[in-house]
């Protein structure tokens, strides 16, 4: 069985960007529930910032691929003309 490898760091950052991003965006998803029900003036000034929220949290996750694929290409290509993919690791016994 192989081991998994740790991500690069650009990658592991976009992450970590993308996941507090999306935690944010749906904590205000909550907030608007949660006046909606309430009935409070808070509700539609929250409702555009979550609209907001989830274009920018729909392009960190497009930011987590661009970047994985963009280190891939810089890192990880094996230099043959034929091939774009990664050589495999070697099985151990």
Known sequence: MYARQRMPDPVRAACVRAGIIIALTLS?????LLSTLAGSWLAFPMLVATLASSVVSTWSVLDI???RQQWRQRHGV???PSSAARER???RS
């Open 28 to 32: 205000q998803l909550v907030v608007v």
């Open 65 to 67: 691929w661009v970047t």
């Open 78 to 80: 094996v230099s043959a």
């Open 89 to 91: 690791p070697l099985r």
